[in-house]
C-alpha cells in the first residue's frame, strides 16, 4: 500500500447488498508533476519515471489536443482536465506522474489543491537543461509523437511565458539536470525512494 489515507469497502462482488463487509484502508498516491519549458526533456523523463514505479501517466499536451482537435479553444482547460483525472486516480491509490509546463505561478499552485483534495503526497519537479545550444537542437529536432500535437519553436519556447521558479512563491521543487536521460531518471528515482 502507499501513502495518504481513504477507506474502502469490499463487496461480494454482487449488486445486492454485501454479504460480508470488511474495512480496508486504501491510502492515496503520490502526485509527481514533472515541470520544465519545452524541449528540456519532461516528457521523456516522465515517461521513463511512470514505467519505473509503475504510475499513471498524465499528459497536459495531450489533453490540449485533443481539445483542439474537439474545436475547443484551449486556454487552461487542458491542465483542468488532467487535475480530474489526477485526483481519480489518487483516489483509488495509485501514483500519478504529471507532465506539464507549468510556465506560471497559478499553474504550479494548482497542482498543491489537486494533492489536497485527493489527500495525495506531492512532488514538484523541475526539468532542466543548462546547456542552449542542446536545448535549441533538441526543440528543432523532435517531432510530436501526439496527432495533431504542433511543437512550439525554438523563438516561442525562448519567448513564450515561463516565470522563474521561486519557492517562497511557488513552493519546495525537486531540479532535475536532463542532459543525460538515464542520469536524470537515476537521480529522480532517488529522490522518489520512500524515507
Known amino acids: 500500500m502507499t501513502e495518504g489515507a481513504g477507506t474502502w469497502t469490499v463487496f461480494d462482488g454482487s449488486m445486492h447488498q454485501p454479504t460480508q463487509r470488511r474495512q480496508d484502508v486504501i491510502h492515496a498516491g503520490r502526485l509527481i508533476v514533472i515541470s520544465g519549458r519545452p524541449g528540456t526533456g519532461k516528457t521523456t523523463l516522465a515517461k521513463a519515471t511512470a514505467q519505473e514505479l509503475p504510475a499513471c501517466y498524465l499528459r497536459v499536451d495531450a489533453a490540449e489536443t485533443a481539445l483542439v482537435r474537439a474545436g475547443v479553444a484551449v486556454v487552461t482547460e487542458g491542465y483542468a482536465v488532467?487535475?480530474?483525472?489526477?485526483?481519480?486516480?489518487l483516489q483509488l491509490g495509485h501514483t500519478?506522474?504529471?507532465?506539464?509546463?507549468n510556465p506560471l505561478p497559478q499553474a504550479r499552485a494548482?497542482?498543491?489543491?489537486?494533492?489536497?483534495?485527493?489527500?495525495?503526497?506531492?512532488?514538484?519537479?523541475?526539468?532542466?537543461l543548462p546547456d542552449l545550444?542542446?536545448?535549441?537542437?533538441r526543440?528543432?529536432?523532435?517531432?510530436?509523437?501526439?496527432f495533431g500535437h504542433v511543437l512550439p519553436t525554438w523563438d516561442q519556447?525562448?519567448?513564450?511565458?515561463?516565470?522563474?521558479?521561486?519557492?517562497?512563491?511557488?513552493?519546495?521543487r525537486l531540479r532535475v539536470d536532463s542532459t543525460?536521460?538515464?542520469?536524470?531518471?537515476?537521480?529522480l528515482l532517488q529522490a522518489l525512494r520512500p524515507e
Open 82 to 89: 488532467i487535475h480530474e483525472l489526477a485526483v481519480s486516480n
Open 96 to 101: 500519478v506522474v504529471v507532465d506539464a509546463v
Open 110 to 128: 494548482g497542482w498543491f489543491e489537486t494533492a489536497a483534495r485527493a489527500r495525495a503526497r506531492l512532488v514538484m519537479v523541475e526539468v532542466e
Open 133 to 137: 545550444r542542446e536545448h535549441r537542437r
Open 139 to 146: 526543440v528543432e529536432e523532435r517531432e510530436a509523437d501526439i
Open 157 to 172: 519556447v525562448v519567448h513564450g511565458e515561463w516565470t522563474p521558479w521561486d519557492e517562497e512563491r511557488d513552493g519546495e
Open 180 to 187: 543525460n536521460a538515464d542520469v536524470a531518471l537515476a537521480h
